[in-house]
């Protein structure tokens, strides 16, 4: 099905595809849609969107379309600039954040670098305000050489266009990686044209073709319609004719680029130096072209290449836009190296005030080495590091190794691209060929700390082990001429991957060293190594002082946006319980991550995020992060650091009484660490052990497993994770008859004072202080206990509390104060998924007199009662005044009330009196 518009654009395509067209059309002006268009080497793609911009302009639509481009230069947002540039007007219908971020984001005003989801909501709330003038459709050509910042924007847009009015037509190669992902969304695939299609094409676009040239072309276009559409356009009248000879080989695809090449040596010579200009600097910016070109008549000198096809240019929007990616590399590619290097240099002179783009374009002028270029290149990385951009920040000092004058300069700057590689960005093959290129140049690089860093992170996700990583990184440190700087960036780095290593290892002698270099830092250690140093490593021996300092850490996040640093300020909180409020980074870290950036860190963000969510009940997303985390561990080669990630999901395992999943997650977690001799690593598998045993009723062996991380009357040093086993260790130890063992460790956590380390330290504390009390003073621990500011913030130790608090009540003949703990226990273990857990307190309600403990429950959920109006529920089923209700739960009576007149309704009764009837009867 073909046809020729008015406008001289040429249809193609099969009935199939023309539909779809049409649906997406009628769906994107009512509803708003997506449809993504593929094709085998850009079968069809380009006719296909031509004749979809066509159809939108017929029905009055405003039409942006947007080309991906390969940049020379590291210019974020580019494809977004020619999205929204458009609609500049409509930005003052935004908000103040939004539209700042906005423009900072498009290059307008200057500032820090937007976060990317603000930047997409302004985009979303502009194009809605457009669309509700006139329909809009979006259209972006060769989603492959997007920017990724733009692709973080359309897939936002992509997934929030429902009852917008806005089409969102994306074209892409199939075969071409995209960062772009089209999962979920409509697609359709273009298929290659036929032969009859293709020939009856040729005719109908040029009837003057000589059947012998039509079947060359034919032969050499194998169904592209844009090759056979330009090959044939290329040939003069003669040739198309048969008079004239046909060139010895026609372009295919890749020579497609030789075709515009051809096109562009026919330009005036101020036309090709204008065009160079434009595909050197990018963006587009005809302002830019006539503060930088030669020109005195503005934009004339671009019109011989309009005319040629080659631009498109929009005076009004004051851009101008390559009609195909293939003539911007075909313009650089047909210019020598003297003018691209001459360009360069003016661009570098235009961008005096941008020191980045700068340093680009003066790095892209050198011809010989260039220290001072090569500084600015790695000033320029510094400054992309601290706003996150740690892929942009490798480039960088790559760039400016090569153009580092001495082996040292050039060694030391490969080896700080490849310890970024292998800590932040995820890159460890390329990272392990930066280290061989480093140290090819500079042979005495082994004291580099950088170096000895990114080969310690290397080595033990590979075959490697702990013992030569850590004598590497220390010796790096002691024999390095920094000073004990604590402005040493290479320093602060040496001493971060050296804390892991000791962390990993579980090894009191590994610490020593660590502690030393930190003690020696001059004038004083960073505020994040300092808290890293003293919250992580040893956490029972921390201080008040170190939880307020490590909070007003995490309360700046929201202004940090280096990897590094949120990821150590994340790991510090880890024990301390403070990662809630590191939620937000993390997953910063994580969409990074995802969007092809910071992988490496985004591991740690998934990490963070697992813990975080164990420990508040969030056990699905939890479960889904761990198995996606351990998958991109995998995938990157970070086969040490999955281990994390086994943890989690061993652990989940053995709450939820998974007993064959934990011990094959535990198995390889052990598996994993010990053959690289990281033992305190392989510890955690002993917290999932020691948590499975005790769901199952085997106190014997939870109890061997929780001394396994730190023995009975001892908090270990260096091995935090001990704290989390505490209570496990407690119960069990008077499980199995060994009280002392019990108080001892009891003695130890009180003699530590966590509840000033940690109120869920606190929590768990003062309920093993009730376990090994006396019936007369249990009641008033328990209570401290369960009363502990946001305790249910952590709903399984709560549960878990509440059940030890329970069965305490029922062995002291407590029977209904005994239900009330229980059932509320079994509520959050129900809804937790806890299934072991949930039987035991099932068995402990049974034994306290409820008959049918599992009917209360499960029929106030029915009812849409929240887990604290069914609580209040079953205390007023007891027979609990609000005064008493209010005093178990620490609500003032009057607050218990209100509960009550919203309970009421959800259960269809009128009066408390009907309470008990209505939560056992009613049917599920």
Known sequence: MMSREASGTLLVGREAELRTLDSFFSRARRDGAVLLLSGEAGVGKSVLLNAAVARAEAVGARVIRATGVQFEADVSYAVLNQLMLPLAPRFAHLGEVERNALMVALGLVSGRVPERTVVARACLNVLRHEAGQRPLLLVVDDLPWIDRPTTIVLEYLAHHLAGSGIGLLTAS???????????????????????????????????????????????????????????????????????????????????????????????????????????????????????????????????????????????????????????????????????????????????????????????????????????????????????????????????????????????????????????????????????????????????????????????????????????????????????????????????????????????EDFWPPLFDAIDRLVPEPPEVIWLMSTAFPDTARATVETRQRLAALIDRQSTEFDPGTLVRGNTSAVYIDLLGGCRDSAWRLIESGRAGGTVRSSLAGLMHLCLDDFATGRWEE???????????????????????????????????????????????????????????????????????????????????HACALSPAGTLAPYTPHALWVMLDLVEAALRTNRREQAEAHVSAMCEAALWDVSPRLGMLTHAARALVASDAEAPALFDKAIGTPGARNWPFDYARVRLLYGERLRRARAPIEARQHLSAALGIFEELGAVPWAARTAAELRAAGQAQPNTAVPAAAAAGLTAQETEIALLAAEGLTNKQIGERLFLSPRTVGSHLYRIFPKLGITSRAALRDALSDREM
């Open 173 to 507: 190669r199939t075969g071409e990686e995209s960062y772009f992902d089209p999962n979920g969304l409509p697609g359709l695939r273009v298929e290659p044209v036929g032969e009859e299609a293709a020939d009856e094409l040729l005719r109908t676009a040029f009837p003057e073709m000589a059947v012998r040239v039509r079947r060359r072309i034919l032969a050499e276009a194998q169904g592209n319609p844009l090759a056979l559409l330009e090959l044939a356009d290329a040939l003069d009248p003669a040739q198309l004719t048969a008079r004239g000879v046909l060139p010895e080989v026609l372009p295919l695809t890749d020579g497609i680029e030789a075709l515009f090449a051809s096109r562009i040596k026919q330009l005036p010579e101020l036309t090709r130096e204008t065009l160079l200009l434009a595909a050197l600097e990018g963006s587009g910016d005809l302002g830019l072209l006539r503060h930088t070109t030669s020109s005195v008549t503005g934009t004339s000198a671009l019109v011989p290449a309009e005319t040629a096809r080659l631009i498109e240019i929009d005076e009004a929007a004051s851009r101008v836009v390559f009609r195909h990616p293939l003539v911007r590399s075909a313009v650089v590619e047909s210019s020598t190296n003297v003018e691209r290097r001459r360009v360069h240099r003016r661009l570098a002179d235009f961008f005096a005030r941008d020191a980045e783009r700068r340093a680009w374009h003066l790095a892209e002028s050198s011809v010989e080495p260039d220290e001072a270029v090569a500084a600015l290149l790695e000033e320029a990385a510094r400054r992309k590091l601290h706003r996150g951009d740690a892929t942009g920040a490798v480039a960088s000092l790559t760039r400016a190794a090569h153009l580092s004058p001495s082996a040292a300069d050039r060694g030391r700057r490969l080896a700080e691209a490849a310890y970024l590689g292998a800590d932040v960005t995820g890159e460890l093959d390329n990272a392990s060929q930066l280290l061989d290129q480093a140290r090819a140049f500079d042979p005495d690089l082994g004291g580099s700390l950088h170096a000895a860093s990114a080969a310690a992170f290397i080595l033990v996700n590979g075959d490697g082990i702990i013992d030569t990583a850590h004598r590497m990184v220390v010796s790096a440190i002691e024999n390095g001429d920094h000073g004990y700087d604590a402005n040493n960036t290479d320093l602060t780095d040496a001493l971060y991957t050296l804390l892991l290593i000791c962390w990993w290892a579980g090894r």
């Open 622 to 704: 939890g479960q889904r992060l761990a198995d996606e985390g351990l998958a991109l561990a995998k995938a990157h080669g970070y086969d040490f650091i999955s281990y994390y990630f086994l943890f989690h999901q061993a652990l989940l395992a053995a709450a939820r009484g998974q007993d064959a999943a934990m011990h094959r997650w535990a198995d390889e977690l052990t598996r994993v660490t010990t053959q690289r001799r990281a033992y305190g690593a392989a510890r955690f598998a002993d917290h999932a052990r020691s948590l499975g045993a005790i769901g199952r009723g085997d106190f014997e062996a939870a109890y061997h």
